[in-house]
């Protein structure tokens, strides 16, 4: 696994142009849970102990989230998002584009981050995460592993010098400005890229060779298919997609409870409670992403 990991970072190197960054001072970033809806859990010391999630919560590099067969997790993959001043009152708030969740959504994006979905049945560790401040631009060092199931990700555009990387079970992927979905086996599914012309994914078959592979948009690619090329996605798989990202490139804030004393700031989990309006039905209803 090492010497395919060394094999991909120089591939990835090439195809993304990444440079050193000169020295300068990094801080650690963390995993920020933004949405919780049904069973999920997180744990500090590599699964041992499973805790509770709730939106709102910082957890460091070293940790793991959980869901259940029901749950969907949302995670800002970054610098922690600091909690305003106690005077602060959003614009506008709205729920989340897939209630029923409980989350931290403003109406408004400010910045784009960078967000992973658990899909049921999932569980992703944040190996590595970095920030490196250069005065002109941030340098971001990502790697995330995907141990079971399926993640659904919107990385923005990074510089040249940051590093995203997903790890799965027989390889690993390296992105920047991309939205796309990525399953423990390596199943990947690239919907929209802006910044690099698609997805690296390196990965070891079963007999032990080492390949990779270009995905760009609107393509897929699995694998353990035996193909040796990405497919185009169907207009009914596009169409789902459009949804699913629509939810997940929300750019989240902290929401502050003004019923108790305005000295007391606290991260709302109930802002993003269901919508009362009722979607109208679709003639052909589109696959479920999960």
Not at 29 to 49: E, F, H, W
Not at 187 to 213: D, I, K, N, R, Y
Not at 279 to 284: A, D, Q, R, W, Y
Request: some cysteine; glycine content about 10%; overall charge neutral.
């Amino acid at each position: 696994m090492k010497k395919l990991q060394k094999i991909f970072i120089a591939v990835v190197c090439g195809a993304f142009a990444v440079a050193t960054a000169s020295a300068q001072p990094t801080s650690q970033g963390v995993g920020t849970v933004v949405r919780v809806q049904g069973l999920a859990s997180y744990s500090l010391d590599g699964g041992n102990k499973w805790i509770p999630l709730v939106a709102g919560q910082h957890l460091p590099p070293g940790s793991q989230f959980r869901t259940g067969y029901n749950g969907v997790v949302d995670v800002i993959l970054g610098k922690a998002i600091a909690l305003p001043q106690a005077d602060w009152r959003p614009d506008r708030i709205s729920p989340a584009a897939d209630s029923p969740v409980r989350g931290l959504i403003s109406y408004k994006p400010s910045a784009e981050q960078n967000v992973v979905r658990l899909t049921p049945d999932s569980t992703l560790a944040i190996e590595k995460l970095t920030i490196t401040d250069t005065g002109s631009d941030s340098v971001g060092d990502t790697e995330i592993s995907l141990l079971q199931g399926k993640i659904f990700a919107s990385v923005k555009k990074l510089s040249s010098t940051s590093q995203y990387l997903v790890k799965t079970t027989n390889g690993v992927a390296g992105v920047r400005g991309t939205l796309f979905s990525i399953t423990a086996s390596g199943a990947t599914v690239v919907f929209e890229t802006h910044q690099s012309g698609g997805l690296v994914l390196s990965w070891t078959s079963p007999s032990g060779t080492t390949s990779t592979l270009l995905i760009g948009p609107g393509f897929q690619f699995d694998p353990s298919g035996g193909g040796s090329s990405p497919t185009p996605l169907s207009s009914e798989e596009i169409q789902m997609l459009q949804q699913v990202f629509a939810a997940v490139r929300t750019i989240y804030e902290q929401v502050v409870d003004f019923s108790m004393d305005r000295t007391v700031i606290d991260v709302s989990t109930t802002k993003g409670a269901a919508s009362t309006s009722t979607p109208s039905p679709t003639p052909n209803p589109t696959p479920n992403p999960y």
